[in-house]
């Protein structure tokens, strides 16, 4: 069987966002795609966001689905991402658009050598405590408390890998906008590291113990140990009509009322905020001129937002069965199969040009999701 690590880049035309002309609005920081693109189903979207979020070893899923968004030339301008969505992230943004995928090939084949020749003292413990920290999507009202065990790799093995393969100086560079997520051990609050206020370094990747074991870092004299919810940090971006692709190598099937899915619990509080917005600007078309000048009515109709978001939630595993023992595969086998499956969701999620189709008049979010390798109805 190849290797994942050794699938091509692939053909096609693509086109570079950074290379596009800086919207002279946002500082320079976030940039607009022209409208030359190659898919014209794209050309609408001002941002091209990709939002990485937790899971360890299931983190290759995101990496595939990263180089087939690479295959196809789509390319982000905006990248969120925490615990190991932030490794994945950090390599991205920290490497020239022809040298990405090689360099998460060389992270995750060395991180799989390295994890095949040290072994936890007591897996099945850190395991354990890892999946309870992975699935506590709520504000914590204790420091979470790091397993004592050892990780997979040591957190200097992990500085190494990050910095053979991540440029620093680019990440900050802001031609691309980077946000990394983190969870605070003293106060429980989810925090997010943003090269638009930031300087970013190898310590906020770790902030979000992208491994488990790995040990709390010190930041500002304050420690952080523990993941977020990375797609909440598009609320803090400039209104702007995106196109977002959330990659999840874990997120349960969610209940009636999003149950314990992360993600999409996360989502479904954006929409209500989103959709109000768009219900506002809606309204405001039919307010009469003179009404205007009302100071309440002024009010209201400053929260209208005409953008949109479309986005495509792409989940690995939906199964919580095993969970703890899959998110520690780092064998290669296992790397490969995920780094396929997430390039094969790209290609299922990209064959479907009504999932890049506006939102309905009424709604200022719109969710196109694969789980499993299976796609759902829109919502």
Not at 103 to 108: E, K, N, Y
Request: net charge positive; with cysteine.
């Amino acid at each position: 069987m190849n290797s994942a690590f050794d699938i091509g880049r692939g053909g096609g035309t693509s086109y570079d966002v950074e290379s596009a002309g800086a919207d002279p609005s946002v500082s320079g920081r976030e940039f607009v795609l022209a409208r030359g693109r190659p898919d014209k189903s794209l050309a609408r979207f001002e941002r091209i966001a990709l939002v990485l979020s937790g899971g360890g070893a299931l983190g290759a899923y995101q990496a595939g689905a990263y180089a087939a968004l690479e295959k196809c030339g789509v390319r982000p301008n905006w990248i969120a991402g925490t615990a190991i969505g932030a490794i994945n992230a950090a390599i991205i943004a920290g490497n020239l658009p022809h040298e990405r995928v090689m360099r998460l090939r060389q992270f995750w084949r060395e991180l799989s050598k390295r994890a095949a020749t040290r072994r936890s003292r007591n897996p099945a413990q850190w395991a354990r405590s890892a999946l309870t920290n992975f699935l506590s999507g709520g504000p914590r009202t204790a420091p979470v408390q790091i397993p004592s065990d050892e990780p997979v790799v040591s957190a200097a093995q992990l500085r190494v890998l990050i910095g053979e393969t991540v440029d620093f100086e680019r990440v900050n560079s802001g031609t691309i906008r980077v946000v990394f997520g983190a969870s605070n051990l003293a106060t429980g609050a989810e925090t997010f590291f943003d090269n638009d206020r930031h300087v970013l370094t190898p310590d906020h990747v770790l902030a979000g113990s992208p491994l488990p074991g790995l040990p709390p870092v010190a930041i500002d004299e304050q420690f952080f140990g523990g993941s977020a919810i990375a797609v909440s940090a598009l609320d803090d971006a400039r209104p702007a009509d995106t196109l977002c692709f959330a990659i999840d190598g874990y997120d349960p099937v969610p209940g009636a009322h999003g149950g314990i899915s992360r993600t999409a619990r996360e989502i479904t509080a954006m929409r209500r905020t989103h959709d109000l917005r768009r219900r506002i600007a809606l309204l405001a078309e039919r307010v009469p001129a003179p009404l205007r000048s009302d100071v309440d009515i002024r009010r209201c109709l400053s929260e209208a937002s005409s953008t949109t978001m479309t986005i495509l939630h792409l989940v690995h595993e939906v199964n919580a069965a095993d969970f703890a023992a899959k998110m520690t595969d780092f064998s290669s086998a296992a790397v490969t199969r995920r780094w396929r499956s997430g390039e094969s969701d790209i290609g299922t999620s990209l064959a479907h040009p009504r999932w890049l189709a506006p939102p309905p008049r009424l709604s200022g979010i719109v969710v196109h999701e694969v789980r499993g390798g299976v796609a759902a109805p829109p919502r």
